[in-house]
Every structure is written in structure tokens, then in C-alpha cells.
């Protein structure tokens, strides 16, 4: 039997935040790894200017980033297992990590997408 796609039943708007702080945990402007092995804590995102901003390489339109500040989206995310939610921050699960949205090429742009 083939896997489920999305088998969390994470809506959009969780997809979309889940999606954005994967990529930020690639970067160690905004990350750093965690005392769990395997996690990641964001410590930092991304000023906007007009209606996008950029991770590394990638343009991301602010639309696609309104759960980034939304604290029912990172209660959703922290009951599902895919984040512990700090005051400040948030530590990115391994189950989080690997959690494949099926977003990244539909809300990271790069300069040539």
C-alpha cells in the first residue's frame, strides 16, 4: 500500500508554515541544531520587504507566511508532533523535518522558477 499523502491531515495554512520552517532550518542565520538528536530550533525568520522576503536563495510571498505568526498554527504543529513550541522559538521535531508537505516547489521560489 503506498504511503498517504499528508497523513497529519495538516490543513493549508499548516502546510504552508510547516513548509517555511524547513527551509529555515537549513539556514544557520536562522537555525541551529537542538539538544534532541535529529531536531532543529528556529531562532530567527526573515525580515519582509513589500510583499515577499528571502531564505537563502529562495523568494517566499508573504501570503504564503501568515502562520509563521499565528499561534494556532504552531498549536496545531506542536500537537501533531512536528514542533515544540518555545516562547521565542520553535524546535523543528525530526518528525518534523521529514514531514514531506508536497509544497516547497509550489512556495519557494528561486530566481529562475
Do not use: C
Amino acid at each position: 500500500m503506498p504511503l498517504r499523502r499528508n497523513p497529519l491531515n495538516l490543513n493549508p495554512l499548516q502546510l504552508r508554515t510547516l513548509t517555511l520552517l524547513q527551509e529555515l532550518a537549513r539556514f544557520p542565520e536562522y537555525s541551529q541544531p537542538g539538544d534532541e538528536p535529529g531536531s532543529v530550533v528556529i531562532s530567527g525568520v526573515p525580515m519582509a520587504h513589500g510583499d515577499h522576503f528571502h531564505i537563502g536563495e529562495v523568494v517566499v510571498a508573504s501570503r504564503d507566511a501568515s502562520g509563521l505568526h499565528n499561534p494556532a498554527v504552531w498549536t496545531a504543529l506542536e500537537r501533531k508532533g512536528l514542533i515544540r513550541y518555545l516562547s521565542d522559538r520553535a524546535v523543528l521535531t525530526p518528525l518534523g523535518i521529514g514531514y514531506d508537505t508536497g509544497l516547497r516547489n509550489a512556495i519557494l521560489r528561486t530566481s529562475s522558477s
